[in-house]
């Protein structure tokens, strides 16, 4: 620093720019744009990579959720019985629903975190907007969830749900979890890049986060029917978190019977709804960019 | 964790400074200017008897980062590079060659100081972005892609790195696994070689593959050099800096020992070392 300060004045005189430094958001923006066939090469790559060890291969992008929602049903439909008042016919696809889209931002909350740690090879050797990572890494999610969005229709088909218009419903639904989960994805990113006790810690806030999101049991259902309906300030605050929100808005969309449930059983609303998940998609998405955006060119020190 | 870095770079300042001081050539033009440049690694992992007993005292005698070394790799490096130049970076193993290479790339992001450059600088490799369990062809595009080519280009640069690497028939539709190490470094240079750059980083063990390959990536290299503006070029031969560079930096402990023509630093530095 006390050595040769012209040195840096007469590189900056000759239009030489840093190499290390974050460009300005714009021209980040647009380098981001320029790489988004690398961004789905790199996804679509990882995806194929992942399951080439096992025997079944790709099976395992269908089998892997619908084991999952069969353990959730065995523990909490047969065992626990947490349907409270759900009809057993809505009950199953109510909680595979649950189960397979809560899985989509609980997997990329945890791709999120590694995205940076585990590429930090590809970092130090290759040039590129360092949001690629977290942004592929949604982008496997996504690949997996449209995947098992195959099974999930077939569940729900198969328990007698009608196939109506609703359910073109669930592609703004979808489009604004994928939209908050890249915002999510992207914070986390920056977050377990620094601290990497981060990844031991996630399976514990995310498990909670299942539990309080109304992935095994109605949540419009429980605010009516126990304590939570004499303070309803428990209620307005577990009904804005996002995770609940894109869930029950596309069992809204899918499940004609637990519609007529929530609207004329329990006579609620759900239109609010819509409102938290436009909002929480797009403040997370600007609030995440921003974030990763910040530490760009710390990223691959380590 | 900042009184430690504070510490360090006391402890690397002491030692008397040999390096000459760097002189501006006001006739031509710069292209790559590193400025009293210090680089630290932080290295997670080292140290400590791995238990859960020895970790939780860690935490209650409040030692933060227990498990965290620092690595000071670029001590203070200062030179200029002009257009035209092809320059070779020599030193001992551990000396920070590598590491020089990866800051003027702008991969590792300085400690201190500052790396300025005309244009991208980009190391020669894609190896971090290719993936064993994928076929060469998908390899051949997502290494590509990783570089910044559009599709089109890919498209149109395939053939040539199919025919570059020269891999026996049907191999390309093979996991990169199945390949012998032979082969898969020639389709990892293949997939390098074919981007023309700004400024272009070469890292040694480029000598992979069999003799033919070693001349066909020689020349390739001669071509990519041409094309750029500058060549950085780190090798153990000096056999190949002698042939390659007009110019030589000696790097040592992160230090720049000597910058000048080829061979008045080579012969120093085979008297110093006594190769």
Same mark, same amino acid.
């Given at each position: ?129 360092? =949001? ?57 990113? /920056? ?37 939570? +309906? ?73 | ?36 440049? +210090? ?178 990536? =020689? ?22 800096? /002698? ?33």
């Amino acid at each position: 620093m006390n050595g040769h300060p012209s040195l840096a004045e007469f590189a900056t005189g000759y239009g030489l720019k840093q190499s290390a430094a974050r460009p300005p958001l714009g021209s980040y923006i647009r380098q981001l744009w320029q790489r988004r066939h690398f961004i789905w090469a790199f996804a679509s790559a990882k995806n194929i990579a992942m399951y080439t060890e096992s025997r079944l291969g790709q099976v395992w992008q269908v089998l892997t959720p619908l084991l999952n929602a069969t353990v959730y049903y065995l523990i909490f439909g047969l065992l626990l019985n947490t349907s409270r008042g759900l009809p057993h016919n809505t009950f199953i696809p109510f909680l595979v629903t649950g189960v397979f889209l809560f899985t989509f931002t609980q997997r990329s909350v945890n791709s999120g975190a590694k995205s940076v740690g585990d590429n930090l090879s590809l970092i130090r050797a290759l040039h590129f907007p360092r =949001a690629s990572l977290p942004l592929a890494y949604t982008i496997i999610e996504l690949q997996q969830l449209l995947v098992s969005m195959v099974v999930l229709f077939a569940i729900v088909l198969g328990f007698g749900e009608p196939l109506s218009l609703n359910w073109l419903l669930l592609v703004p639904v979808l489009i604004m979890q994928l939209t908050f989960n890249v915002g999510i994805s992207l914070a986390m990113a /920056r977050v377990g890049a620094f601290n990497r006790d981060i990844q031991q810690l996630l399976p514990f806030v995310l498990r909670t986060w299942l539990y309080f999101s109304g992935i095994i049991y109605s949540l419009s259902g429980l605010m009516k029917s126990s304590k939570i +309906h004499d303070h309803p300030w428990i209620g307005h605050i577990l009904e804005a978190n996002p995770a609940y929100v894109y869930v029950e808005l596309s069992r809204l969309a899918l499940l004609d019977s637990y519609r007529g449930y929530v609207h004329q059983k329990l006579n609620e609303s759900t239109v609010h709804l819509w409102w938290y998940g436009v909002a929480w998609a797009v403040v997370m998405f600007l609030v995440g960019f921003w974030f990763f955006f910040r530490a760009e060119e710390r990223y691959g020190r380590g | 964790m900042a009184d430690a870095v504070k510490e360090k770079r006391k402890v690397s300042e002491e030692p008397v400074h040999s390096a000459p001081p760097v002189t501006i050539d006001r006739t031509r033009d710069p292209i790559v200017v590193v400025d009293d440049l +210090h680089i630290i690694y932080r290295v997670y992992g080292a140290g400590g008897k791995g238990n859960a007993a020895s970790a939780f005292a860690r935490v209650l005698r409040r030692d933060h980062r227990p498990t965290m070394k620092e690595v000071h790799a670029i001590r203070g490096l200062s030179f200029v590079a002009y257009k035209g130049d092809a320059i070779g970076v020599i030193g001992t193993n551990g000396s920070g060659k590598s590491t020089l290479l990866k800051a003027i790339a702008g991969l590792l992001p300085p400690e201190s100081g500052g790396v300025y450059t005309a244009g991208q600088p980009s190391l020669l490799g894609v190896n971090a972005a290719l993936m064993n369990d994928l076929t060469g062809e998908r390899n051949i595009v997502l290494g590509c892609l990783a570089m910044g080519m559009t599709p089109e280009q890919v498209k149109s640069k395939y053939d040539e790195i199919v025919k570059f690497a020269g891999l026996k028939e049907g191999f390309i539709q093979l996991p990169m696994r199945a390949y012998s190490s032979g082969m898969g470094s020639r389709l990892r240079f293949a997939i390098a070689a074919s981007k023309s750059h700004d400024v272009l980083l070469i890292d040694e063990a480029l000598a992979t593959g069999d003799a033919k390959f070693r001349r066909k990536s =020689a020349k390739k290299i001669d071509e990519l050099r041409a094309e750029a503006g500058a060549v950085f070029l780190v090798a153990h031969q000096l056999d190949s800096i /002698r042939e390659m560079c007009n110019r030589v930096l000696w790097v040592d402990e992160g230090r720049l020992m000597m910058d000048g023509d080829t061979d008045t630093v080579v012969d120093a530095y085979i008297e110093a070392t006594g190769k």
